[in-house]
């Protein structure tokens, strides 16, 4: 029954990005060690964040997943977090070719190295254990929530990053990356301040980070058509 759980979480977590990878095309261009190489991208990224956190925030309980909300912290965090961006955008400027198999290539790397090391020894340890819990279930669902968001923001670099995007929409392009950035303070201080339960917060994530995706898919579809990519 553990094991049987556990394979339930791990392809609930595992199958929707491979059928990202697989029908998006990216196995048609052999993208495989692109992929491989932007996820060593974010393992590095992610080492220099810790340094930096490590360095000038040493109280990491206010960091700890968990803890009380704490606005201040959260801001700070998020702060952090922008070292992400110079992370993505050095992935996509090392990912030759051009179009959407560029932005799913750099975005699915990215999730992909994130939901392994943020989720695989959880399942193995967690998943595993002898009760059935819930809380499993929730965070698989979440990974696929960050897939759309990785694959949003890889999107939205690339447009901020465009001379060509119709000035009108640089400033909604320019919001839709903050609020990506700072969604743990607007986004998870809304659900704090509602008392929302995992199941409600884990759908108004997943509804909210659905919107920003359709909004990006709109701004980039459109620039598409123009510069016939």
Known sequence: MTLYHFGNCAALV???????YKYSGLSEYGAFWKCVQAGGIYVFTQLCKMLVLATFFPDTDTFTEGAPF???AEFLRCSVDLVDFLGLA????????KGHSKLITAGLGWATAEVILSRGLMLWVGARGAEFSWLYIQK?????VLLVQHLSTAT???????HDLDRKLVP????????????GVWLE???HAMSAGPWL?????????????????????????????
């Open 156 to 162: 939205l670099l690339w447009l901020f990053s465009r």
């Open 70 to 72: 704490n606005f201040i």
């Open 172 to 183: 909604l392009v320019v919001l839709l990356l903050v609020a990506t950035s700072y969604r």
């Open 90 to 97: 050095f992935v996509l400027s090392r990912i030759p070719g």
């Open 201 to 229: 917060s884990l759908a108004l994530k997943a509804l909210i980070t659905s919107c920003m995706g359709v909004g990006t898919l709109h701004i980039y579809s459109g620039l598409a058509q123009q510069i016939g990519l």
């Open 14 to 20: 595992y199958v929707p990005y491979y059928f990202t």
């Open 140 to 144: 698989c669902l979440e990974s696929n």
């Open 189 to 191: 201080g809304t659900l």
